[in-house]
């Protein structure tokens, strides 16, 4: 159930979408249901072909799901076309109009809603102060750059207000550093608007510094909703654990169950504590897969795992250390730089593994 | 805000000038064609030229005299009797209106069903474009008179449309349609469609449809969308097509000349009369001359029309 504090923008409801029919039938999306309450900047995480675009065309109404429904702001919009939908998209194309200016482009809803003209004006050059671009109000798309492109395709989704902003992957075509700004200013932007961001990306560190939760999908299907520290350090699924940041897969045995928590046993012999995912209460002596991330796990004198370096690799603020575990298993350890490198560990040398307190996580799979 | 800034995303802004050397190879290049252009069509505009300065001959040809007698005739015609009385040619007059009349019709007819047909084929999956596009081109296989008398087969009076317009009673007697405006103009459309529809498919085909969802989103209905996005953008494929419809429309000689019969002349007709039986080819070569300038009058009124700047229309 949505919390009373916050009003809900958009509900999907057990949505399906299948292309095609027949044997060559592809379930884009699978029983999909996801509440997002307003003024949330909300992710969909995903690899590609994992319906996250799909998703965000039918909230956008450019596809009819299959089964189920969206409703916003508490009522069905699935007989709505696009344009009758106070949804707006950025394209990740940004799909700017090249016979139009950018002044032209921003303007262009408000036109079409039938604004009166001084209205629109004032709206755009509001848009082009919000987003930086005044000195380009009458330059075409072609004339400025992609990172100019990207900030007007924005101001043009804002420009009339939509309930929800729609964002597919806005982020993809632009450069590293080019990036890192626009995430700052994309953020910045969602908070200042208050309006409810829906943000496509296949971009896990996007997600985790971006979002407010963060949806993390998979042939279909929605596998974990969540806030990014949730999904990071608690994560469900093998895949979410797998597909956000670097982890190692330990495999236990469970000893005791109760609720979130668990206690596992290793094969070493050792008993840890771990996280269990919701909905999950596996039975004593069942086997099941750990998580512990890099950065968790530290290098100590005496710990549940013990290993040899197989390789250790110099990154500037930290070292990795690729440890060949007794079990045969390859852990990956972090370690932070320290300005003096006294007594690390090297290639060859035997070592132990200290994991501490709330660093461990049951997954599912 | 440096240069390099305002240069298009990816744009190579250090691409080297030409050489020397690559400028006079690609003179020779261009040569073969140009030796064939100036052969082909300035030589033979070149005497059409000077005919139209000289006298007819009694059995056609000319008389090498110098005279503007072709050029005035264009336009005026002299009493038989009395050679001081001058009226304008308003026959000639007549030709020369109905054939930009036809042209421009036939023009807007072939943008309408154009139109459509082009948004047809560049809608289809990438690999069965080809197989439509060659079916519009298939008109191209029969010879222009065949197809010609194919269509006149249709709608002359016992023809296949009256026929069967009569057989379920919408008429008692035939429509006259052979041998009228309609029928040019049906000929025409018919005949020039192709030459609309390709290069309509070639800037559709060039359309980012992301665009048209973009507009779709931002609150415009699918008319609108039409009005305010692709026809803008499909603006330079129209312009092509009308050049190439309207062109050779207004100059058209098989099309009237078997569905108009020989009451609704157009200009072709009119010049092939002055070179065959008005055994004046001086007023023929001034007919034609004329004819280029309107064709070249259009053809500024088209570039004008293209290099105006988007900005100021949509401001």
Known sequence: MPSSATRSDIEVEKLSKVFGSGEDAVRALDDVSLTIPENEFFTLLGPSGCGKTTLLRMIAGFEQPTSGRIKLGGSDIDDLPPNKRPVNTVFQSYALFPHMTVAQNIGFALKMLGKPKAEIDETVSRMLKLVKMEPMANRKPAQISGGQQQRVALARALAPRPRVLLLDEPLSALDLKLRKEMQVELKRLQAETGITFIFVTHDQEEALTMSDRIAVMSAGKVLQVGPPREIYNHPAERFVADFIGDTNFIAAKIERANGRSATVRLPSGTALDAGLPEGLSPGEGESVTLVVRPEHAKLAAEGPLRGTVENAVYFGTDTHFHIRLDTGDLFILRSQNAAMANGLPETGDAVSIAIPEGAVQVVRG | ?315
């Open chain 2, 1 to 315: 805000m440096s240069a390099v800034e305002l240069a298009p995303h990816g744009a190579d802004t250090t691409k080297p000038k030409a050489r020397r050397g690559d400028i006079a190879w690609r003179w020779w290049l261009v040569m073969p064609a140009l030796i064939v252009l100036l052969l082909a069509a300035s030589g033979p505009l070149l005497i059409v030229l000077v005919y139209s300065f000289l006298e007819p001959g009694n059995f056609g040809g000319v008389v090498w005299n110098f005279s503007t007698d072709g050029w005035f005739q264009v336009f005026f015609t002299r009493d038989i009797f009395d050679e001081t009385l001058v009226t304008p040619a308003t026959a000639h007059l007549d030709i020369f209106w109905r054939s930009i009349k036809l042209a421009l019709y036939t023009t807007l007819i072939t943008a309408i069903l154009g139109f459509p047909t082009a948004w047809f084929i560049a809608t289809r999956a990438p690999d069965v474009r080809p197989i439509w596009l060659f079916l519009v081109t298939i008109p191209f296989w029969t010879n222009l008179v065949i197809r010609t008398f194919a269509i006149m087969e249709v709608i002359r009076n016992e023809g296949l449309v009256n026929n069967v317009l009569r057989g379920v009673g919408i008429v008692s007697a035939p429509i006259q349609m052979l041998f009228t405006d309609f029928a040019i103009l049906l000929g025409m459309a018919y005949v020039f469609l192709p030459l609309m529809v390709l290069p309509l498919y070639a800037s559709m085909e060039k359309l980012d449809f992301k665009l048209l969802e973009a507009g779709y989103d931002l609150y415009a209905s699918r008319l609108r969308v039409l009005w305010h996005i692709v026809l803008p953008l499909v603006k330079p494929g129209f312009i092509a097509g009308s050049i190439l419809v309207f062109i050779p429309a207004i100059g058209a000689y098989v099309t009237p000349r078997i569905l108009g019969g020989g009451r609704n002349l157009m200009l072709g007709n009119l010049i092939e009369l002055q070179f065959g039986q008005g055994r004046n080819w001086p007023l023929g070569s001034a007919l034609a001359l004329t004819l280029l300038v309107i064709v070249v009058i259009a053809l500024l009124f088209y570039i004008r029309s293209t290099s105006q700047p988007e900005g100021q229309r949509h401001g």
